[in-house]
């Protein structure tokens, strides 16, 4: 097994590395003066089962180039397979034509990361499942639920618990997490105007006198998030705790959720977090290296995936 990292996530890609115990390859990905990516391979990949590990994550067009290319270099020294490992897959909002005359983005990229020679794809809670399809080489997506489910279960254990959806669209995602921390499910009902704004209407279920977990798999400008813990709240809630895997954080995100009525924000480093997502006093940032590393030692060894997640 080899394992090559870009630039979008050094940090995660040692963490893995570590849990695997095995180095990093060795590896150059720079920029030229015009801002052209080079990629050479310092070693001998020959014949090897090569994982590239690589979050599409800001500034994303420059990340995905550096994959493309990462796995353009390791098809022509003759890897024997090539694994893209994407803990966040940008695009994958632009699943669907939501209008006339609208691309498929997230088709396009997965066209473009087949073509490129990759062999099988490795990503973690896709936006939307069905992205799976996009693909047409294997495609497996983790989940991580385990994660979140012991962070909760070591920092909520004794409190009176309710799973929150902030939209209809994440209800199947929190009934998830529900089940599995043995907590009701609600709903916020929300009506968005345009996008980046969403205006929230109503809550369904009983969410008084609880402790609300927010589930979702993006976090984009913060306005959801922060106006359904305001909605949360205004129901008789006792306090709303967030969990999101990936921390896009765009814009002033962080500051309006610093300033929000969120008791706690909990994100993956599936993106790198930025110096003010670390200094944040109500952000905190769990680890998905364990999780991601165990489903690579799996694929390698050509065991389960899915039982991770039994």
């Known amino acids: 097994m080899k394992l090559v990292a870009g630039n979008s996530n050094r940090p995660l890609a040692e963490a893995i590395s570590q849990y695997l115990k095995v180095p990093l390859a060795r590896a150059t990905v720079r920029r030229f003066a015009d801002m052209e990516i080079f990629v050479e391979i310092g070693e001998n990949v020959r014949g090897e089962d090569v994982f590239v590990l690589q979050s599409t994550s800001y500034p994303t067009n420059d990340h995905l180039m550096e994959l493309l290319i990462i796995a353009d270099a390791l098809r022509r020294a003759s890897a024997r397979r090539i694994t893209a490992v994407i803990p966040y897959f940008g695009y994958a909002r632009q699943d669907r034509k939501p209008s006339a005359r609208t691309p498929i983005s997230a088709k396009l990229v997965a066209n473009l990361i087949t073509h490129s020679g990759v062999d099988r794809v490795l990503t973690l809670d896709l936006h939307a499942g069905q992205i799976q399809g996009f693909f047409d080489i294997p495609t497996d997506n983790l989940f991580a639920a385990p994660v979140m489910v012991r962070d909760v279960k070591d920092r909520m254990n004794h409190t009176d618990k309710v799973v929150v959806s902030p939209d209809v669209g994440g209800v199947v995602r929190a009934r998830a997490l529900a089940k599995r921390i043995d907590a009701p499910l609600a709903i916020v009902d929300k009506r968005r105007e345009r996008p980046g704004e969403s205006e929230v209407m109503n809550i369904i279920g009983d969410v008084a006198g609880r402790s609300c977990i ?9 306005g959801t998030l922060c106006n359904a813990a305001e909605a949360l709240l205004n129901q008789g809630a006792k306090d709303v705790y967030a969990y999101i895997t990936h921390a896009v954080l765009s814009g002033g995100a962080v500051s309006r959720i610093a300033n929000s009525k969120l008791k706690e924000l909990v994100v993956t480093d599936s993106i790198q977090p930025t110096e003010a ?9 769990i680890t998905i290296a364990p999780l991601m590393g165990e489903a690579i030692a799996r694929t390698s060894t050509e065991s389960s995936v899915s039982s991770l997640f039994d």
Do not use: F
């Open 214 to 222: 927010l589930v979702d798999d993006i976090v984009d400008s913060g």
């Open 277 to 285: 997502v670390k200094v944040a006093g109500n952000i905190r940032v």
